[in-house]
C-alpha cells in the first residue's frame, strides 16, 4: 500500500500546479502549514533532505509547478508515518480540483482529519504497515532507508524538471 500511495501521490501532484504566491510556510505533524501561508516559491530548483527525530523531511521547490514538504517518520516498531504537505504553482491550476476529487476518493487510507484539499494546497497523513527495506531486511523502517528513497526522489523531480526546462516533460 505504501509505494502505491507515494506514487498515486507524486503523479497527482505532477498533474496539478497553480498561481503564483507570497508568505511562507512550514508543515507541522499534523500535515498543515503552520501559519497557512503560501511560500515564497524561488525560481531555482531545490530539493533537500534533511534527518528529523524519527525519519527524514524532503523538502522541494520545483519553480512554477509546487513547493511539497514531505516527511516520513517512525511510529513504533510496526508503522511509517508519511506526512504530505503540498503548495501548487503554474498554469496548470485548473487540474486542481480534479486532483482533489481523486485524492478524496483515497480518504480512507489517510489519519483521520489529516486530508485538506483547497486553495491549491494539499495536505495529508498516511500512517502504514511496517514494511521490508529494499537493501536487506535490516534496514527496514530505517531513517537511512528513507534517507536514500527521499535522495532518490529528488533525483527523479531534478530529472523531471529538466525536461520541463527542455519542453519535453509528458503528464506523470
Given at each position: 500500500?505504501?509505494?502505491?500511495?507515494i506514487?498515486?501521490?507524486l503523479?497527482?501532484?505532477?498533474a496539478?500546479?497553480?498561481?503564483?504566491?507570497?508568505?511562507?510556510?512550514?508543515?507541522?505533524?499534523n500535515?498543515?502549514s503552520?501559519?497557512?501561508?503560501?511560500?515564497?516559491?524561488?525560481?531555482?530548483?531545490?530539493c533537500?533532505?534533511?534527518d528529523?527525530?524519527?525519519?527524514?523531511r524532503?523538502?522541494l521547490?520545483f519553480?512554477?509547478?509546487m513547493?511539497?514538504i514531505?516527511?516520513?517518520s517512525?511510529?513504533?516498531?510496526d508503522?511509517?508515518?508519511?506526512?504530505y504537505?503540498?503548495?501548487?504553482?503554474?498554469p496548470?491550476?485548473?487540474?486542481?480540483p480534479?486532483?482533489?476529487?481523486?485524492t478524496?476518493e483515497?480518504a480512507?487510507?489517510?489519519v483521520?482529519?489529516?486530508?485538506?484539499?483547497?486553495?491549491f494546497?494539499?495536505?495529508?497523513?498516511?500512517?502504514?504497515?511496517?514494511?521490508e527495506g529494499?537493501?536487506?531486511y535490516?534496514a527496514?523502517?530505517s531513517?537511512?532507508e528513507?534517507?536514500?528513497?527521499?535522495?532518490?526522489?529528488c533525483?527523479?523531480?531534478y530529472?523531471?524538471y529538466?525536461?520541463d526546462?527542455?519542453?519535453?516533460d509528458?503528464?506523470?
Open positions: 500500500m505504501y509505494k502505491r500511495l506514487v498515486a501521490a503523479m497527482l501532484a505532477m496539478a500546479c497553480d498561481d503564483s504566491s507570497t508568505g511562507a510556510g512550514e508543515s507541522t505533524s500535515g498543515t503552520k501559519n497557512g501561508k503560501r511560500p515564497t516559491q524561488s525560481m531555482e530548483f531545490s533537500d533532505v534533511q528529523t527525530e524519527n525519519g527524514v524532503q523538502v521547490n519553480p512554477n509547478r513547493y511539497e514531505t516527511e516520513i517512525r511510529q513504533g516498531t508503522k511509517i508515518l508519511l506526512d504537505d503540498i503548495w501548487f504553482y503554474g496548470e491550476a485548473y487540474d486542481f480534479k486532483m482533489c476529487a481523486k478524496a483515497d480512507r487510507f489517510y483521520e482529519g489529516s486530508y485538506s484539499c483547497e486553495n494546497h494539499l495536505v495529508y497523513q498516511v500512517l502504514d504497515e511496517y514494511r529494499e537493501r536487506d535490516g527496514a523502517n531513517i537511512e528513507f534517507r536514500l528513497e527521499a535522495l532518490g526522489d533525483e527523479s523531480k530529472e523531471w529538466l525536461d526546462l527542455r519542453g519535453d509528458e503528464d506523470y
